[in-house]
């Protein structure tokens, strides 16, 4: 019997079984950031270790950077002290740091990709749940806590429990202002928040092998708000095309030998999957959210769900989520008024996620009340973004264009929603108070679907106010 | 590590399936190089108003105060990676979490830094909800030898991965020195594979 690209990537990296059964596993590739890694280096120095292999850790700034001044001292003090923090961490232990002004900072799970640190067959770490958006590659990646970031400066590998594979296979084609982002909502509403515990998510299917490098990392991005720790896409020519060339990518002969390598890894035909899943394309809508978890979403041109459609165990929860949301049973999505329109973080702030809305936003303006931001992810996604013309055509439409963070996702920095604002959001987590104000409201929705909101003023089908799918039909 | 056998205490309950580490920790509290002062934090949003007045929360009851274990429902702690929602657990005094499903990176965390999260039936959780929330001076115990948790008159059995359990038992749930022994072997993969800008095995 063949086996999955998890299986191989796990067996070729286990150091060892240790006596409590889980596996030492090795780690090719640690990213860090300012929020999870700085007890981590308090930890080793009071054990007297170093960071053994600082070669395999590589740091960025994000989550606290502000997105508009950026001139040090940074105004929140806090955010100076962690920035220095990690300065002086990296320096201590020679440790490769994409700083402010260097050029590559960005959203760890962004540059990490862009910059070929990310590669097939590698195992990565991060402290930070969206670490599975690398699984994109062929990769088995995943977030983990600050002791066990400890744990990898000090010895490169990680006490991890192997998971059961499920495969989600997507197939059939996508209709027209349908993106990879109303596919992973799509995914997740279909198997639960609580769906993939115990799982990674091998996707897979027409719909998958279709999709840019860019557009798999949302799906793979979104694999924990399913529950999945990892999730992951076989390698092809996809994968390839857009790796090589990148800094940190195999060059020359290396390359080649790679590229052969990377193949082998991909899971065999005959492979033994635990779960097998089989979603078809053309049933998947514009999807936003309306509750409280990532699982709590509809059609965009669907209505607020009535609790009593619910089974019973699930019924307090909903109406939990629609009292804080301050919805009503059976009103029109598309009536919901929105406050804030927010493009940016790990999910969909990459250059094609800009590029596909600029597309469409070429001429319109953003609705008068409505705060639109864009958030880049990188700042090489800002620059080339500048070059093609992009950045411009959402400073016409009257989005504010902002430097590369997480930004609103999480609202560690300034930029945050107020009272109960409602904010459109092409992030990943709908959760309570997530975006910074503890009664705020948070709807999530693909790029398209964010940018046509905020031209609309309301929660907006993009098909409709971006003229999407007229082209096919007069084809 | 001290080996974890036995948890003993009063037990609060916090209400609601699939609460995520946002609300245990709300992200603006992250700002922070150290986890020292995150036990203030724990649900904060949950338990002030926007102006900093108490709401009515289990935590801030009095007849809850000096608990070691919450109830929890299930999903527990989904959502981000940040182990400041176990440390804060912890540091706000509680040693033990009773539930019916936690998700997987909330788990690992809390057990590396010997927080037990144990799992009970649905209808035993639901029994406990009702006998703590009418009685709140019931003490429970969690008995990690037996994997039993006795409140009021009922003995219940509890769930956790063996190795787990064992790990408690034994005071080995912080896995480092583990970790260590294995450095020569570590440093021979090193070698071997690739890394970003580094040829090797893939």
Same mark, same amino acid.
């Given at each position: 019997?063949?086996?999955?690209?998890?299986?191989?990537?796990?067996?070729?990296?286990?150091?060892?079984?240790?006596?409590?059964?889980?596996?030492?596993?090795?780690?090719?590739?640690?990213?860090?950031?300012?929020?999870?890694?700085?007890?981590?280096?308090?930890?080793?120095?009071?054990?007297?270790?170093? *960071?053994?292999?600082?070669?395999?850790?590589?740091?960025?700034?994000?989550?606290?950077?502000?997105?508009?001044?950026?001139?040090?001292?940074?105004?929140?003090?806090?955010?100076?002290?962690?920035?220095?923090?990690?300065?002086?961490?990296?320096?201590?232990?020679?440790?490769?740091?994409?700083?402010?002004?260097?050029?590559?900072?960005?959203?760890?799970?962004?540059?990490?990709?862009?910059?070929?640190?990310?590669?097939?067959?590698?195992?990565?770490?991060?402290?930070?749940?969206?670490?599975?958006?690398?699984?994109?590659?062929?990769?088995?990646?995943?977030?983990?806590?600050?002791?066990?970031?400890?744990?990898?400066?000090?010895?490169?590998?990680?006490?991890?429990?192997?998971?059961?594979?499920?495969?989600?296979?997507?197939?059939?084609?996508?209709?027209?202002? *349908?993106?990879?982002?109303?596919?992973?909502?799509?995914?997740?509403?279909?198997?639960?928040?609580?769906?993939?515990?115990?799982?990674?998510?091998?996707?897979?299917?027409?719909?998958?092998?279709?999709?840019?490098?860019?557009?798999?990392?949302?799906?793979?991005?979104?694999?924990?708000?399913?529950?999945?720790?990892?999730?992951?896409?076989?390698?092809?020519?996809?994968?390839?095309?857009?790796?090589?060339?990148?800094?940190?990518?195999?060059?020359?002969?290396?390359?080649?030998?790679?590229?052969?390598?990377?193949?082998?890894?991909?899971?065999?035909?005959?492979?033994?999957?635990?779960?097998?899943?089989?979603?078809?394309?053309?049933?998947?809508?514009?999807?936003?959210?309306?509750?409280?978890?990532?699982?709590?979403?509809?059609?965009?041109?669907?209505? *607020?769900?009535?609790?009593?459609?619910?089974?019973?165990?699930?019924?307090?929860?909903?109406?939990?989520?629609?009292?804080?949301?301050?919805?009503?049973?059976?009103?029109?999505?598309?009536?919901?008024?929105?406050?804030?329109?927010?493009?940016?973080?790990?999910?969909?702030?990459?250059?094609?996620?800009?590029?596909?809305?600029?597309?469409?936003?070429?001429?319109?303006?953003?609705?008068?009340?409505?705060?639109?931001?864009?958030?880049?992810?990188?700042?090489?996604?800002?620059?080339?973004?500048?070059?093609?013309?992009?950045?411009?055509?959402?400073?016409?439409?009257?989005?504010?264009?902002?430097?590369?963070?997480?930004?609103?996702?999480?609202?560690?920095?300034?930029?945050?929603?107020?009272?109960?604002?409602?904010?459109?959001?092409?992030?990943?987590?709908?959760?309570?108070?997530?975006?910074?104000?503890?009664?705020?409201?948070?709807?999530?929705?693909?790029?398209?679907?964010?940018?046509?909101?905020?031209?609309?003023?309301?929660?907006?089908?993009?098909?409709?106010?971006?003229?999407?799918?007229?082209?096919?039909?007069?084809? | 590590?001290?080996?974890?056998?036995?948890?003993?205490?009063?037990?609060?309950?916090?209400?609601?399936?699939?609460?995520?580490?946002?609300?245990?920790?709300?992200?603006?509290?992250?700002?922070?190089?150290?986890?020292?002062?995150?036990? $203030?934090?724990?649900?904060?949003?949950?338990?002030?108003?926007?102006?900093?007045?108490?709401?009515?929360?289990?935590?801030?009851?009095?007849?809850?105060?000096?608990?070691?274990?919450?109830?929890?429902? %299930?999903?527990?702690?989904?959502?981000?990676?940040? $182990?400041?929602?176990?440390?804060?657990?912890?540091?706000?005094?509680?040693?033990?979490?009773?539930?019916?499903?936690?998700?997987?990176?909330?788990?690992?965390?809390?057990?590396?830094?010997?927080?037990?999260?144990?799992?009970?039936?649905?209808?035993?959780?639901?029994?406990?909800?009702?006998?703590?929330?009418?009685?709140?001076?019931? $003490?429970?115990?969690?008995?990690?030898?037996?994997?039993?948790?006795?409140?009021?008159?009922?003995?219940?059995?509890?769930?956790?991965?063996? %190795?787990?359990?064992?790990?408690?038992?034994?005071?080995?749930?912080?896995?480092?020195?583990?970790?260590?022994?294995?450095?020569?072997?570590?440093?021979?993969?090193? %070698?071997?594979?690739?890394?970003?800008?580094?040829?090797?095995?893939?």
């Amino acid at each position: 019997m063949g086996k999955t690209l998890y299986e191989k990537v796990w067996e070729a990296h286990a150091v060892r079984e240790l006596p409590d059964g889980r596996t030492q596993l090795f780690i090719d590739l640690h990213l860090i950031h300012e929020v999870t890694s700085p007890q981590a280096f308090a930890m080793l120095k009071e054990r007297g270790l170093k *960071v053994a292999f600082p070669h395999r850790t590589f740091a960025t700034v994000d989550h606290i950077v502000p997105t508009d001044r950026r001139e040090e001292p940074l105004a929140d003090p806090l955010a100076q002290e962690m920035l220095e923090a990690l300065r002086r961490n990296v320096k201590e232990h020679g440790i490769t740091f994409f700083d402010l002004k260097s050029g590559r900072q960005g959203i760890v799970h962004v540059i990490g990709p862009e910059l070929g640190l990310t590669q097939p067959g590698f195992t990565i770490v991060c402290g930070d749940s969206h670490t599975s958006t690398h699984g994109a590659f062929g990769a088995v990646a995943f977030g983990i806590g600050t002791t066990q970031v400890r744990d990898v400066l000090a010895t490169q590998t990680v006490a991890m429990q192997k998971l059961k594979v499920r495969r989600i296979e997507v197939n059939g084609r996508l209709l027209p202002g *349908v993106t990879a982002k109303d596919v992973i909502l799509h995914i997740i509403r279909t198997l639960g928040v609580k769906g993939g515990i115990g799982y990674a998510y091998e996707y897979a299917g027409e719909v998958i092998e279709q999709m840019s490098m860019d557009e798999r990392m949302t799906i793979a991005n979104m694999s924990i708000e399913g529950g999945a720790r990892v999730g992951y896409m076989n390698p092809d020519e996809t994968t390839f095309a857009y790796l090589k060339g990148r800094p940190y990518a195999p060059k020359g002969e290396d390359w080649e030998r790679a590229v052969a390598a990377w193949k082998a890894l991909a899971s065999d035909p005959d492979a033994h999957y635990d779960d097998r899943v089989e979603i078809q394309g053309e049933a998947i809508a514009p999807t936003v959210t309306w509750g409280v978890h990532p699982g709590q979403s509809a059609p965009v041109d669907g209505r *607020v769900p009535d609790p009593a459609d619910f089974p019973e165990s699930e019924r307090a929860q909903v109406e939990d989520a629609l009292r804080y949301m301050k919805l009503t049973p059976g009103q029109k999505l598309t009536d919901v008024k929105v406050d804030v329109a927010f493009l940016g973080s790990c999910t969909n702030a990459r250059l094609s996620d800009l590029r596909e809305v600029a597309k469409y936003l070429r001429g319109k303006k953003v609705a008068k009340g409505v705060r639109a931001l864009v958030v880049p992810g990188s700042q090489l996604v800002a620059e080339a973004a500048e070059r093609e013309g992009i950045a411009e055509v959402f400073r016409e439409a009257g989005f504010e264009w902002r430097a590369p963070g997480c930004s609103m996702c999480l609202a560690m920095n300034p930029d945050r929603l107020v009272g109960d604002e409602l904010a459109i959001s092409a992030s990943n987590r709908n959760y309570k108070g997530r975006q910074g104000s503890p009664t705020g409201r948070t709807v999530l929705a693909s790029p398209l679907t964010v940018a046509a909101s905020a031209v609309a003023g309301h929660i907006a089908d993009p098909r409709e106010v971006l003229g999407i799918g007229g082209e096919d039909a007069t084809d | 590590m001290p080996p974890i056998k036995r948890i003993q205490g009063r037990a609060v309950p916090i209400r609601g399936r699939d609460i995520d580490t946002d609300r245990i920790v709300p992200a603006r509290f992250l700002k922070t190089v150290t986890f020292d002062r995150l036990g $203030e934090a724990l649900f904060y949003d949950e338990r002030y108003d926007e102006k900093g007045h108490p709401k009515d929360h289990p935590l801030n009851d009095p007849r809850y105060a000096g608990a070691k274990i919450l109830l929890v429902e %299930a999903g527990f702690g989904s959502g981000s990676s940040r $182990e400041h929602a176990p440390q804060a657990i912890k540091r706000a005094g509680f040693a033990a979490l009773v539930g019916e499903s936690f998700a997987e990176i909330f788990f690992g965390n809390a057990t590396q830094i010997g927080l037990v999260a144990v799992t009970v039936a649905p209808e035993d959780l639901g029994y406990l909800f009702a006998l703590v929330e009418r009685s709140p001076e019931t $003490e429970l115990v969690i008995d990690l030898e037996k994997m039993e948790l006795k409140a009021g008159d009922r003995v219940i059995p509890v769930f956790l991965p063996e %190795a787990v359990r064992e790990a408690f038992l034994e005071g080995r749930y912080d896995p480092l020195e583990v970790l260590l022994e294995a450095m020569d072997r570590i440093r021979e993969m090193d %070698a071997r594979r690739a890394g970003p800008g580094k040829p090797g095995v893939y």
